[in-house]
């Protein structure tokens, strides 16, 4: 698979009037090495390599070992539903806006692949009639703010950069179904919802700056539900007589070998209480940092597709995606 990956970098700056080129470069190249080498940013993950089942885990410890195998899950009557993205080629384009001691980069990712989409019925064999790809193209942003550091005696320059907070990445492709809210509850150990953990509104998203040192944190193998919230603008493609006509998923993990999805759902069974209220809901249990590890850092991507996206060819391609980094830790 080929990806072409394209760095473009526009600076700003206003410092009394005049500034040193040479320094601007210098500091541009300092910043985009510490985005190119930290595990929280990227897009990497968001691609699975084909198609694959609705609910998965591949490479990643669950239940104290590495998982590489595929859960499944039936769909419909007699056949089971498979999607996902091969990813074509990327480009990420950086903006600059440097002070003195701060600098903010406005990270731009255009994301062009093929969508795939597989229907395999009782046999394992592929249902030609209902199996289709298209390409598609995802637009994805955040911000990223970065801060010098003054008490680093082993730099020449007596300082460093580092990366303070990011923003959630955000974007996705058509105008049909938005993302609103993401919620994480943790449950009891009698699978009762218990405490809110974290939640996440988009009315605030774009600049809602969130602490690199303070990621959002998971228990390892510890179970958490998550609710998300969206809005379908229509017209709404439905395959059942719920009238829900979109899916939710949590994609989690950190690479293409290293990811995992849950569907949410709109059933109104389990822990989500209204069938088609546009809140889609889920439980799961938190994956481990990997095999002799304390903690480790991972992402998600939270993922509303319509479903004229997942069952018709010349559906459109309608999704909107959130990506908030996280932090698994041992027990």
């Avoid at 190249?29 to 198609?51: K, R, T």
């Avoid at 970065?146 to 955000?170: C, E, M, N, Q």
């Avoid at 509303?304 to 559906?315: E, K, P, Q, R």
């Amino acid at each position: 698979m080929k990806k072409l990956i394209t760095i473009t970098s526009l600076s700003i700056f206003v410092i009394n009037g005049c500034v040193d080129s040479s320094s601007v470069d210098d500091t541009e190249s300092i910043l985009l090495a510490l985005l190119n080498e930290d595990e929280a940013v990227g897009v990497d993950g968001f691609d699975s390599d084909g198609d694959m089942d609705l609910d998965h885990d591949v490479g990643l410890e669950t239940e104290g070992v590495a998982r590489t195998f595929s859960d499944t899950l039936s769909f419909g009557d007699g056949y089971r539903v498979r999607f996902g993205r091969q990813l074509i080629d990327r480009e990420r384009t950086v903006e600059f806006e440097t002070a003195e001691d701060t600098a903010i980069g406005l990270v731009t990712h255009t994301v062009n692949g093929e969508f795939i989409a597989t229907a395999i019925d009782t046999n394992q064999d592929e249902i030609d009639s209902l199996s289709f790809s298209k390409e598609f193209t995802t637009m994805l942003t955040r911000k990223v703010r970065f801060v010098k550091v003054d008490d680093d005696p082993s730099d020449p320059d007596g300082y460093r950069w580092k990366i303070d907070a990011l923003t959630p990445l955000v974007g996705g492709s058509g105008d049909k179904v938005t993302l609103v809210e993401l919620s994480y509850y943790s449950l009891s150990d009698s699978l009762e919802l218990n405490e809110l953990l974290y939640s996440f509104s988009s009315d605030d998203l774009g600049d809602l700056y969130i602490d690199r040192e303070s990621l959002p944190v998971f228990t390892s193998f510890s179970r958490v539900v998550a609710y998300v919230s969206v809005t379908n603008n229509g017209p709404e493609y439905t395959t059942d007589n719920a009238g829900v006509g979109e899916w939710v998923f949590v994609n989690y993990g950190r690479s293409s070998q290293q990811r995992g999805r849950r569907h949410l759902r709109d059933s109104g069974l389990f822990f989500d209480q209204v069938m088609n209220d546009n809140t889609h809901s889920g439980g799961m249990r938190v994956h481990g940092p990997g095999p002799g590890q304390v903690q480790g850092v991972f992402r998600t991507f939270i993922e509303t597709v319509d479903l004229a996206t997942m069952f018709v060819s010349d559906g459109g391609y309608n999704t909107n995606v959130w990506s908030i980094p996280y932090r698994v830790e041992r027990p």
